[in-house]
T-cell receptor
Framework: GAVVSQHPSRVICKSGTSVKIECRSL??????MFWYRQFPKQSLMLMAT?????????EQGVEKDKFLINHASLTLSTLTVTSAHPEDSSFYIC???????????FGPGTRLTVL | AQSVTQLDSQVPVFEEAPVELRCNYS??????LFWYVQYPNQGLQLLLK??????LVKGINGFEAEFNKSQTSFHLRKPSVHISDTAEYFC??????????FGTGTRLTVIP
């Protein structure tokens, strides 16, 4: 099956710093990928959708200047949380869309803690 | 507009007992339906999916789900649970090529 990796798996940073999270598909290529965030004991909330070579489409309420998405290639996407604050602490999960039925393959997630 | 409802936020069940996790959706068009499992501090793993064809879908780890169009439901079942099934379970729906919409999740706790 499709394998998606995320790096780092866990990061702790000081308030005001920027953090970059990488998401890679290891054995397939995908033109569309998604970034989600998940607060404790809650469901996944879609942050943005990106297509390779195009600008990301952000969901309502998600600041595009704060959460920078770079869909660099068919196998790599990065999410940069700029000037992170404690309220940005969350579990961030990426996924790649594959096939014609919108099946998504999820990364293992990145736990961000902002002090 | 799509929506997914998981009525039970928590389901405790004894080991080797059967379990059903409920999922209802609303949509005006044909949908694809998914169940995902999430273990602590991990991403989502696909359990099973309904795309078309047989309404009874079998997935990994002994789980199955039945698509009921008239009741707009896609309940997840397992005849005998194990301790290792303790996790969060998410139902999700997609209309054709659109995004996935997730339910709020059901925490399954298997009691020894």
């Amino acid at each position: 099956g499709a394998v998606v990796s995320q790096h780092p798996s866990r990061v702790i940073c000081k308030s005001g710093t920027s953090v970059k999270i990488e998401c890679r598909s290891l054995d397939f290529q995908a033109t569309t990928m998604f970034w989600y965030r998940q607060f404790p004991k809650q469901s996944l909330m879609l942050m943005a959708t990106s297509n390779e070579g195009s600008k990301a489409t952000y969901e309502q309420g998600v600041e595009k200047d704060k959460f920078l998405i770079n869909h660099a290639s068919l196998t790599l996407s990065t999410l940069t949380v700029t000037s992170a604050h404690p309220e940005d602490s969350s579990f961030y999960i990426c996924s790649f869309k594959a096939g014609s039925y919108n099946e998504q393959f999820f990364g293992p997630g990145t736990r961000l803690t902002v002090l | 507009a799509q929506s997914v409802t998981q009525l039970d936020s928590q389901v405790p069940v004894f080991e080797e007992a059967p379990v059903e996790l409920r999922c209802n959706y609303s949509s005006s068009v044909s949908v694809y339906l998914f169940w995902y499992v999430q273990y602590p501090n991990q991403g989502l793993q696909l359990l099973l999916k309904y795309l078309s064809g047989s309404t009874l879908v079998k997935g990994i780890n002994g789980f199955e789900a039945e698509f009921n169009k008239s009741q707009t439901s896609f309940h997840l079942r397992k005849p005998s649970v194990h301790i290792s099934d303790t996790a969060e379970y998410f139902c999700a729906v997609s209309e054709e090529a659109n995004n996935l919409f997730f339910g709020t999740g059901t925490r399954l706790t298997v009691i020894p």
